[in-house]
């Protein structure tokens, strides 16, 4: 599909990026970028990319397909290294969880027969680094581009059916929007489960060891997602600040409302609001966005 | 063990129980008591329990266990129907989330020679009914006892040994200490589960397909948390709600901090406390009371 790939950043998307085409061979050859030469050195020995460098600019050169797989905040410094190298027809994508900033960002900096498509792949654990990235890891999952004006017809369609063929679904849609739904579906969920992580540890300092003993009755939950990678949410808020802080407001609204009832003993309301809250788990099980087995009882 | 145990509630915790008991020979005969006629025949049906009747006065009679399985919200009504038929010798527990305000209220009207010993086995799924039980949930799960003034020590440590046998870990402390701990590690996280899927219905009216679609990227684990019993939901908040009015007061104080911290774009404010959460997973982890492995990517 590619002759050769070029990923900057193998942290668990980056790498589990470069497995997945390697194992579905879509390139001849790929290469990767890391500032660390502990990180370039690892790569290489786990045979997850064929060469890796820190000079960016020297290993991104004659690449078809460019990846920017670093944190959001590093986009500048790198596309200010790679602009003078982007091969003319080369396809510049990343894998960030925020667009509208970047797309502007980006787009301003790079030579006209680039098509600069951001990409953003629906996937991730809370775990970080190459050696926590697998081959499998976008099978089933959303990848939703969000294409910038002067990008080519015809690379926005190879970029698609690269997405699939490493079992992707894919979405078309502008960074405005991508940058709206993700701040519901994704920002404001992992900014609530650091903020419920946070607030049980600034009481825990009392009670630490009785909070993790007992955590499975529902806070376990959070803390997995709350272990995610920091710089990368850092990054993510800042850059879709907007979103995220009406989204605070609403939820805090929401929160004072259901405080209220509960003060009041207002037992009616809150059933009500429950059973529809249970509603939506149904629809997400019918849209084969989650599994109907209860986990909640793991060990 | 016991004679006859007698289970007042047959959902999802006190099915799992008689069949917990069943499989593990702890009763020569479990019987039930549901409100619902329906209930009463399903329960035999799937030969959950020996016999099982709406009189719940007549069917308690002559057990040496009575466990109330039922919503917080309908104990005073159990407690007046079998207070007078409670053997003499008799162990009395419930399963419940919420454990001062109960106490008293029973404490208060069973005879003296009752013991009074309220469990809470920390156990459950986002499922709720007779259907949904299974043997196994107490399995290495912790189960707190908060025993009333009046209990005899004999037969707290008799009970302690009734839930061993059932594969919890058992811990003995007072009921306020028992609120305020669950109130932390469970009834806060699943308020804030609810009001997040509250937060994101009141959005979707507009969004409500790529709401759903897009879950995976956080939403969706919380869905599942927010999809538990709302009756017995409504209940806990309710009872514990002066120690869950405090948490949300917290918990909102703690939300506009990081919401500034977000809008003044204060990115090592923002690491530093996203590696700190990340910290009380290992704790966790090494607790027993999580597994490593990421869920996150799941299908």
Redesign the interface.
Known sequence: MFKKVCIIGCGLIGSSLARAIKKNRLADKIVSSNRSEKLNKKVIELKIVDESDSDTKKIAKMSDLVVIATPL?SYEDVILKIKDSLKSGAILTDVGSVKENVINLVEKNIPKNVSWIPSHP??????SGPE?GFSE?FK???C?LTPSKKAKEKDIKLLKTFWEKLGSKVDIMKAKQHD???S?????????????????????DK??S???????????????????N??M???I??QN?KN??E??D???K???D??KA??S?D?KK??K??????K??K??IE?????KK??????
């Open positions: 905040s629906i996937a991730g654990t809370e775990e926590s890891l089933n999952r959303w939703i709206y739904i993700l519901v579906t994704s920002h404001l969920p992992h900014l609530i489960a650091y903020n419920i992580v946070k607030t049980s540890l600034d009481i825990q009670k630490k009785s909070i993790v003993k007992y955590s499975a009755g529902g806070l376990r939950d959070f803390t997995r997602i709350a272990a995610s920091p710089i949410w850092r990054d808020f800042i600040k995220t802080s989204l605070i609403k939820f805090i929401s929160l004072e259901l405080k509960i003060e003993e037992g809150l059933e609001i429950f059973i529809n809250t249970k939506i788990r629809d997400i849209a084969g966005q989650d599994v209860p986990d909640f009882g793991r060990k």
